[in-house]
């Protein structure tokens, strides 16, 4: 069966850091493998810990009949992409928390957290290259959209979009695929769009 052997930090920064890991093949060969993670020592990471607590939140939330997104400014591309809104759980600070905290800090507005069961657990987001993973809070949100509590270092514009719009969204612009997938559920839906959520 895989596993990891030794890891090693090769560099890190406040947010992201970088290991290189011995990844052990079922055939017993031995490789590097290199990994980045919210994780700042190698005795916290998932591959050590098997724990799975959520570095991040994502929040979808609804503004009456519309779904809150943001437009922002990734520098990996170089170009703005639509995503819901979303950070880093603190620490300390449970996801609800976080969410609550997140919203308003991105757009202003207040959200009312959901339950949501099994659903809100975090989930890993590209396992291919990180252990990060985060968990969804799902709401109804209030309150008027603004920009002017986001950080100097963000470029966040607040989208109140119907379904017509995140059909269009879907068609033409850059999407992280969280947020598409979420869309595509959004659009399809009728009645009451926080249905699902009973459903496990």
Known sequence: MSSVGKIEKKVGSRFLSYYEMEAVHRDGSISPYYMVSRNPNPDSLKAVTHKNAPDGVVIYGLYQDKVVLVRQYRYPIGGFVYEFPAGLVEPGEDME?????????????????????????????????????????????????????????????????????????????????MCAYMLMHFVASSGDPFRFLKSI
């Open 97 to 177: 928390a976080a969410a609550i905290r997140e919203l308003y800090e991105e757009t202003g507005l207040t959200l009312h957290p959901i339950p949501c069961g099994s659903y809100g657990r975090p989930f890993f987001t590209t396992v291919g290259m990180t252990d990060e993973s985060c968990g969804t809070v799902f709401g109804s949100c209030e309150g008027t959209p603004t920009s002017r509590h986001q950080e100097a270092t963000e470029e966040i514009q607040v989208v109140l979009a119907d379904k017509e719009e995140c059909r269009r969204i879907l068609k033409e612009e850059q999407l992280s695929i």
